[in-house]
């Protein structure tokens, strides 16, 4: 990698290295040619662009369709030390003429702009007096008709840098691209000779799977019972079923709220942030919401309705993971769902008045057909992630051990003696740990924390090493689930055993449990080798949260779970070991990063003189 460019990664960004991809997109750039990207969500486009615009002379203009986004992003960049701004309608004119007045005298590296912007008199003076280096669209696949964002603004990219003195570096980033959208971004955009990157569709951390329960909503119900300390998205295909599913999560004490068409914009804008800085748990939406949503710590996508086709199957399940960790996508589907996608279809082609019969029957036909591989999808028995990536044209391979399907091999097993294990170490350490700590004790982890306690000497320790963590965790789930478990939420969430754990104790019933091989879920396990320190991973959300709150921006903006993780691993004693914390680049270690000491040395002193038996 060039000096430069490293650096920049690491002062600005805190790593030291590319992910898969982005170095020949940046390298390209900087040598002046334009660049195609189809890369999936999460896989780190926005390096792609940023990187090359801190490194050229001149200012990056980029092209954003959601305003959500551009502020977050734009928040992100300044946290890091970039000097960003952002125009769109979200701005009273007072401040559109403060950032256009510091545009002007070059504050700015990198400008993000909606697409309808461009053309308003004052942007357009602007543009063509200042050097604009790059022009980065975003969420390239709103050009096409094909794509299933369509923004009719977007077509006009062109026609805006036709007016420019000098023709700028175009670079177009999507995370999804058919070959007939491919072929409209290039041919739209004009790319010349760029540099293309396809990382392939593929995200590894995301498992998927497909559920018929009886009662969708207890599924849910249940499933945010076991899953205590994650986020996440509920889907719904009407304002009806969202409405009613976020009263009752929310009856059940999972704070949820709720996103769709129906409500006014006040509230979706009040919810939606609520959501991005984790002030509630669960967002319960229609499709309506999501374009544009950066959130990195989503856990789980749940679809409650099929949706109308793979396209946005994938890219709704794709905001799970962003940050690279573990997370669930679950399609809930009833054979009634087919009737009421189709139902969907041609309501929504009635209500188009600009359409001729034909073109309806043109578009009924196409919608029908995607409707139909969607259904395939629900119901197939073989793997979901091939079926996944052959529809976006990429060869897998038949098996990826990371979906239900291919995890069906489950078997009914009896695991009283594992539940009577978990719940002995749970009593044995005081039940004042969450499900990490119990799960590493069972199965025999060598962590410093567990030393520290002096926990290996408990004879539980490594009773269940012959299972991996994942089985041990459903067991643990399993538990909540079923009532003998039950989380208590604090700073962190915190294990406890209920009245009913007696009747497994005392050996009056036995416990069965599909029990999956877990040799899959190999992409998965290997983010979690390291299992984090819950209670550290506490204080320091906790502190991320305060810095936050203060400056008013999402958390992630501060620090993302991925980074706060690795400062529980690797839990730094200096500024100098802090800097090697992946994701703490200068700026951010400057700001920040005596503070996030100060609370991992307290934590350390204070874990190394507790009583393991007390
Ligand atoms: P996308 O736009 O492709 O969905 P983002 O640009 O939002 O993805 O990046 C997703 C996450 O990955 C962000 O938290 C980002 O900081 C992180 N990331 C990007 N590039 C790298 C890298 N080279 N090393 C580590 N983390 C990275």
Redesign the pocket.
């Known amino acids: 990698m060039n000096q430069e460019i490293a650096s920049i ?1 690491q002062k600005y ?1 805190g ?5 898969k991809g ?1 170095e020949e997109i940046v390298q390209g750039i900087l040598s002046g040619r334009d660049a195609l990207a189809i ?10 662009y940023q990187v090359p615009a801190i490194a050229m002379d001149g200012i990056a203009l980029v092209i954003s369709p959601l305003i959500s986004l551009m502020k977050d ?1 734009v928040s ?1 960049l300044n946290q890091a030390g970039v000097r960003a701004a952002y125009f769109n309608s979200s701005l009273t004119s007072r401040q559109m003429a403060a950032a256009m007045y510091n545009a002007k005298q070059g504050m700015y590296k990198i400008i993000y702009v909606a697409p309808e912007r461009l053309f308003t008199d004052v942007f357009l003076d602007f543009a063509q007096q200042a050097s604009i280096s790059l022009l980065a669209v ?1 969420e390239a696949h709103c050009i096409s008709q094909w794509g299933h964002d369509f923004r009719p603004s977007y077509t006009r990219i062109m026609e805006f840098v036709e007016q420019l003195p000098r023709r700028p570096v175009v670079a177009a ?1 999507t ?1 999804t691209a058919t070959q007939q959208v491919k072929q409209d971004i290039l041919n739209q955009l004009r790319l010349h000779n760029p540099v293309s990157v396809a990382t392939g569709f593929d995200r590894k951390n995301l498992y998927f799977s497909v559920e018929r329960p009886y009662d969708k909503t207890e599924f849910i119900l249940q499933y945010a019972a076991s899953h205590p300390d994650k986020t996440g998205i509920v889907y719904c295909s009407t304002r009806k079923n969202v409405d009613e599913l976020c009263e009752q999560l929310n009856a059940r004490g999972v704070s949820s709220l709720r996103y769709h068409a129906g409500l006014g914009d006040r509230e979706r804008l009040e919810n939606q942030e609520a959501f991005l800085f984790d002030r509630c748990r669960v967002m319960v939406a229609t499709n309506a919401f999501g374009m544009g949503i ?1 959130k ?1 710590n989503v856990s789980f996508v749940i679809h409650y309705n099929m949706p109308m086709n793979i396209e946005q199957y994938y890219q709704e399940a794709g905001r799970a993971g ?3 960790e573990p997370a669930d996508c679950i399609l809930l589907y009833s054979s009634s769902d087919v009737r009421l996608c189709r139902f969907l279809i041609d309501r929504g082609l009635e209500d188009s008045e600009t359409l001729e019969e034909e073109q309806k029957e043109l578009l009924r036909h196409r919608e029908y057909e995607k409707l139909k591989q969607m259904t395939f999808y629900a119901t197939i028995d073989t793997c979901l992630r091939q079926f996944l990536l052959r529809y976006f044209g990429e060869n897998a391979p038949d098996s990826c051990d990371n979906c239900g399907n291919c995890q069906e091999n489950g078997q009914m097993t009896d695991i009283t003696e594992a539940a009577r294990d978990l719940i002995a170490i749970l009593v044995k350490t005081g039940q004042r740990f969450g499900a990490g700590m119990v799960v590493d004790i069972a199965t025999g982890a060598k962590t410093a924390r567990i030393a520290s306690f002096g926990f290996e000497r408990l004879s539980e320790y490594g009773s269940l090493s012959g299972m991996d963590k994942r089985q041990v965790r459903a067991i643990v789930d399993h538990l909540i689930t079923k009532g003998y478990l039950a989380v208590l939420e604090g700073d962190y969430p915190v294990l406890k055993v209920t009245r009913e754990s007696s009747e497994l104790r005392n050996g009056h019933c036995r416990l069965l449990m599909k029990v999956f091989a877990r040799k899959g879920r190999a992409a998965a396990q290997k983010v979690q080798d390291h299992q984090v320190d819950e209670s550290l991973m506490g204080k320091l959300k906790a502190l991320r949260k305060q810095f936050a709150d203060r400056l008013g921006v999402p958390a ?1 903006v501060v620090f ?1 779970d ?1 980074s706060l993780r690795d400062m529980c691993v690797k839990q730094p004693e200096s500024l100098a070991q802090m800097r090697e914390v ?2 703490v680049g200068a700026v951010k270690l400057e700001r920040y990063g005596d503070a996030f000491l100060t609370v991992i040395r307290e934590y350390a002193g204070r874990t190394r003189q507790e009583d393991p038996t007390e």
Do not use: V
Not at 39 to 48: A, R
């Open positions: 990664l960004y790593y030291s290295q590319f992910r982005q890369m999936p969500t999460g896989s780190g486009k926005s390096i792609c992003q992100a975003d980033f995370a950066d990195s962003r940050d690279g992630y993302t991925a992946s994701g």
